[in-house]
């Protein structure tokens, strides 16, 4: 069985067996991986709170030929983010960030960017005065990263760009269709504003440092939150490109 060493984020940690614990990571060398770790819930047991979600550590594995379940050997903690497990709303929104990383990566396809990504995002959320604002931004960027990024620029169902009546966001298109279209979507629409596309427009083209400089309060929030939480769950219930037109968006 050969050793494995890779600096990893626990995304989720649910008990195994007796005393033992499942933990799905994000390893910034393997990609999504599940591990156990045995004995993790004895008293005395070496992994103590070093599997805690959101934690930051270096983990020894063992890897089995055939099997996809890596054996948990060694935890040593570079962040625990433990400030992120004592407030709600900072769980709720570091919670958002690993649950989408969680459904939308595949397993076993390492992306060091979006590993920073998830480090940096939930660094971030200490200093935020708008935790769920954060996470509402990082759901963006991790769309754009993972090949999801929405399309804002036409129709996507039939291609027209002039959207009269009002653009509507469709979550199983991933981005904006026009009236005729959103009514044949099987998943309802979500109308957006003026303000709620051009928030949306800049939010998938600036740099990710400038994206945090958007501001959305309001409709434009609530839109924009409707919007981004619908086409997430798509995307984590298919796990791939829902239909064609998100290869343009996969090769930017
Ligand atoms: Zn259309």
Redesign the pocket.
């Known amino acids: 069985m050969p050793l494995v060493k890779s600096t990893a984020i626990v995304l989720r940690s649910r008990k195994w067996g007796d005393a033992d614990r499942i933990v799905t990571c994000y390893a910034r060398s393997l990609g999504k991986i599940r591990g156990v770790a045995r004995g993790a819930r004895r008293q005395k047991s070496r992994f103590g709170a070093a599997l805690e979600p959101f934690t930051v550590c270096r983990l020894d594995l063992f890897e089995k030929p055939g099997d996809s379940l890596f054996r948990i050997s060694h935890v040593d903690v570079t962040t625990s983010f433990q400030s992120l497990r004592e407030d709600l709303g900072l769980m709720d929104s570091a919670a958002r960030m690993v649950n989408v990383v969680a459904a939308i990566t595949p397993d076993g396809d390492p992306d060091p960017l979006l590993f920073d990504t998830l480090e940096r995002g939930l660094s971030s959320l200490h200093q935020s005065k708008d935790p769920a604002y954060t996470a509402l931004l990082f759901q963006i960027r991790l769309l754009g990263l993972t090949g999801f990024r929405p399309q804002t620029d036409h ?1 996507v ?2 291609g ?1 760009v002039q959207l009269t009546g009002g653009p509507q966001f469709s979550p199983v298109a991933g981005g904006l ?2 009236l ?2 959103a009514a044949r979507q099987r998943v309802r629409c979500v109308p957006l504003s003026l303000g709620s596309l051009a928030f949306l427009q800049q939010a998938v083209r600036l740099a990710p440092e400038l994206v945090t400089r958007l501001r959305a309060s309001g409709q434009v929030r609530s839109e924009i939150e409707a919007a981004i939480e619908g086409y997430v769950t798509v995307v984590a219930g298919k796990r791939l490109p829902p239909v064609d037109f998100l290869s343009s968006a996969r090769s930017v």
């Open positions: 129709c169902a039939c027209k269709v026009c005729v279209c």
